[in-house]
């Protein structure tokens, strides 16, 4: 299984981006049951953004919460997740990477981690 995050770029301050994570590989059946987005900014320590479960659940970051959405593809067989961030700030500038719990129908479930996607956000 491969996560593979993207979505970055660089926009102004105050737009707009949207992220994803996807799962993928083989077999063909594979179920995110919980995905995480984290962030790292240069020189600072990883960041919690947001976490969503097969089924719809969602936590944030209290400081993010009113402009970021996380979201899912289907609620029951997530294989895909997004994150929508809106009013982009400079301070939002980071590697956006995601982790997530996937189950497999050879395998059974295990954590997986993707490569960074780099959002930079322009004053």
């Known amino acids: 299984v491969q996560l593979q995050a993207s979505g970055g770029g660089l926009v102004q301050a105050g737009r707009s981006l949207r992220l994803s994570c996807a799962a993928s590989?083989?077999?063909?059946?594979?179920?995110?049951?919980?995905a995480t987005w984290f962030r790292q900014a240069p020189g600072k320590q990883r960041e919690w953004v947001a976490t969503i479960t097969n089924g719809g659940r969602t936590s944030y970051v209290e400081s993010l919460k009113e402009r970021f959405i996380i979201s899912g593809d289907n609620p029951q067989r997530m294989r895909t997740v997004y994150l929508q961030m809106n009013m982009l700030r400079p301070e939002d500038t980071a590697n956006y990477f995601c982790?997530?719990?996937?189950?497999?129908?050879?395998?059974?479930?295990?954590?997986?981690w993707g490569k960074g996607t780099l959002v930079t956000v322009s004053s």
């Open positions: 982790e997530a719990n996937v189950w497999t129908a050879a395998g059974g479930s295990a954590d997986y």
């Open positions: 590989g083989t077999p063909s059946l594979i179920i995110i049951n919980t």
